[in-house]
C-alpha cells in the first residue's frame, strides 16, 4: 500500500501559497475582493462557533459559511461517525444494491417533517431544488414556476431560472420558463394561476437576500391557492431548515402549511460532506417514479453516498440530543432583543428583523445633517457601501465573520452556527455597539475606510 501522499506536509509546505494559487487557478476575483477589503486573513483552525489564527486569536464566526456549518466547525459527533464510516470499508456506491444509511437518514429526516412521505438525496441544495423544480413540472405535466422577487434558489440552470436577483441570470439566457411574483402578494399569484400553465410556486419563507419573511399567512392562502388550481408549493428550506429559525422548518411557524416539495441542504452536511435533499408527497415521487423503465429517470451520480449520510443521521442526534433547535430560539431572541433595543440609539440603524438565529440588520438614512451628507455621498457612489464599511471594522478590529446580505443592500445578514451561546451573543453585540459609535462620530477609520470604497465603486462603473 503506497503511503507517498502525505496531506499534512503539502499544506505544511505549499500552505502559505492559498492566496496566490485561488488567483492563478481558481476564480481570480475573489483573492482580489478579499485583499481589497481587508478579509485575506489566514486561518488555521476551527473549533465550534470560532476561527484561530496562527499566533492563537479567536475570531467569532457568525456567518457559518453561508450557514453550512449549523453546528460549527468540527462537532465530535459528526466527526466521528465519518470516521466511523470510513473505518467500515462499505461498499458504496454501487447503485445496484440497497445501502441502509440512505433509507435511515430518510426515515429519520421524515419524522421531522410532517406530511411528507419520501426523500431524494442529492449533492447541494441547488440540487435539491433542481429536483423539486423537475418533479413539480413532470408532477402537474405543467411548465411554468413562479418565484418570489429577490429570491435565491441556486445558481443551476434550472435554480437560476427561479432566482430574483438579475446580476445572477444575466447572460445566462435562455432559461426555463418562470415568472417572479411580490412575496407576499397573494394577488398576484392568483393573476398568474389563471393562466393554467403554472406547475408551482417556490418560496423561501425567510428570504436569504435581506432577510424578509412571508407575512403572516401568506404562506397558507398561498397553498390554498395553488391547490385550487392543481399547482404545488415548493419550499425552499436550504438555508432556514434544520433548526435556522427556531423550528426545524421555518414554514413550521404558521398553522396549516404543509408544502408538497420541500429542499433541504446546508446544514445537514454536518459541514463535511455536500449534501442535499428533496422531501416530497408520495403521489409525487410514485407520478415520477412510475414504473421499472423509469426508475433512474432522476438521479446523482454521487447522491446518497455513505459519507454525506452517515453526516446527515449525526447531525440530526446531535440536533435532537441537545434540543439544538430550542437553543436557538432562546439564543435567537436574545440577539433579536439585544440588537432591536440599539435602534433608539444610533440613526444609522433602521431595523432589525428576522427569526432565530437568521437576523437582518438594516441600515437607513440619517435625520443629522453631518451624517446625512455621508450617507448621501456613499449611495451615489453605489448601494451597500455602508453596510460593507460596517462589516470590515467588525473584522478587522473585533475579529468577528459576518456577511452584507446581498448585493446593493445596506443590510448584514447574520447567520452564525447554531451552537452560538450567550457569550457570542454579547461579544458580537458589544463590537456591533462600538462599531456603531464610531460611524456615528462622523471620523475616524471608518470613514476612511468609506473614501477607499467609494473610489472602487466609481472605478469599477
Not at 440613526?347 to 441600515?363: C, H, K, P, T, Y
Request: charged share 25%; glycine share 10%; net charge negative.
Amino acid at each position: 500500500m503506497s503511503t507517498e501522499f502525505d496531506l499534512g506536509a503539502l499544506l505544511a509546505e505549499r500552505g502559505a501559497e492559498r492566496y496566490e494559487l485561488h488567483a492563478r487557478h481558481l476564480n481570480p476575483q475573489l483573492p482580489r475582493m478579499l485583499h481589497t477589503i481587508g478579509f485575506d486573513k489566514v486561518y488555521e483552525r476551527a473549533e465550534g462557533a470560532h476561527f484561530f489564527d496562527a499566533d492563537g486569536n479567536d475570531y467569532l464566526d457568525m456567518l457559518a459559511g453561508f450557514g453550512v456549518m449549523g453546528l460549527g466547525r468540527h462537532h465530535p459527533v459528526v466527526r466521528k461517525a465519518l470516521h466511523d464510516v470510513l473505518d467500515l470499508d462499505l461498499a458504496d456506491l454501487t447503485r445496484f444494491d440497497c445501502q441502509p444509511l440512505p433509507g435511515l437518514l430518510a426515515e429519520r429526516l421524515l419524522t421531522h417533517s410532517p406530511h411528507l412521505d419520501r426523500v431524494f438525496f442529492g449533492n447541494s441544495g441547488t440540487e435539491a431544488v433542481e429536483t423539486a423544480l423537475k418533479f413539480a413540472r413532470y408532477a402537474t405535466g405543467r411548465p411554468r414556476v413562479l418565484y418570489c422577487d429577490h429570491a435565491f434558489h441556486g445558481l443551476t440552470t434550472g435554480s437560476l431560472s427561479v432566482n430574483g436577483e438579475s446580476g445572477f441570470r444575466d447572460g445566462f439566457a435562455p432559461l426555463l420558463p418562470d415568472t417572479a411574483v411580490p412575496l407576499g402578494d397573494l394577488d398576484a399569484l392568483a393573476r398568474e394561476l389563471k393562466k393554467g400553465d403554472v406547475a408551482a410556486l417556490i418560496v423561501e419563507p425567510i428570504q436569504g437576500k435581506g432577510v424578509h419573511e412571508a407575512p403572516p399567512g401568506y404562506l397558507r392562502a398561498a397553498q390554498e391557492l395553488l391547490h385550487k388550481h392543481k399547482a404545488l408549493l415548493i419550499a425552499d428550506e436550504v438555508q432556514t431548515g434544520l433548526g435556522r429559525t427556531g423550528d426545524f422548518y421555518a414554514y413550521q411557524h404558521e398553522d396549516g402549511v404543509e408544502p408538497d416539495l420541500v429542499c433541504v441542504a446546508k446544514a445537514l452536511s454536518g459541514g463535511y460532506v455536500p449534501v442535499g435533499a428533496t422531501l416530497g408527497k408520495e403521489w409525487i415521487f410514485k407520478k415520477v417514479y412510475s414504473s421499472m423503465d423509469r426508475v433512474l429517470v432522476h438521479s446523482a451520480s454521487f447522491g446518497a453516498n455513505a459519507q454525506a449520510m452517515a453526516c446527515g443521521l449525526a447531525v440530526l442526534s446531535v440536533m435532537e440530543n441537545e434540543q439544538i433547535v430550542a437553543g436557538v430560539r432562546r439564543t435567537g431572541e436574545l440577539l433579536k432583543s439585544r440588537l432591536t433595543a440599539l435602534i433608539d440609539t444610533y440613526e444609522l440603524l433602521a431595523d432589525v428583523r428576522g427569526r432565530g438565529l437568521m437576523i437582518g440588520i438594516e441600515f437607513g438614512k440619517p435625520s443629522s445633517l453631518k451624517l446625512r451628507g455621508r450617507w448621501t455621498m456613499l449611495q451615489a457612489a453605489r448601494k451597500g457601501l455602508f453596510a460593507q464599511m460596517v462589516v470590515v471594522p467588525l473584522l478587522q478590529k473585533h475579529r468577528i465573520l459576518t456577511q452584507v446580505s446581498g448585493d446593493h443592500l445596506e443590510v448584514i445578514k447574520l447567520i452564525p452556527p447554531l451552537v452560538a451561546d450567550e457569550a457570542d451573543v454579547e461579544r458580537f453585540v458589544a463590537a456591533f455597539t462600538a462599531v456603531m459609535e464610531d460611524a456615528h462620530s462622523g471620523g475616524g477609520l471608518m470613514w476612511d475606510f468609506g473614501k477607499t470604497l467609494i473610489k472602487q465603486a466609481v472605478a469599477n462603473r
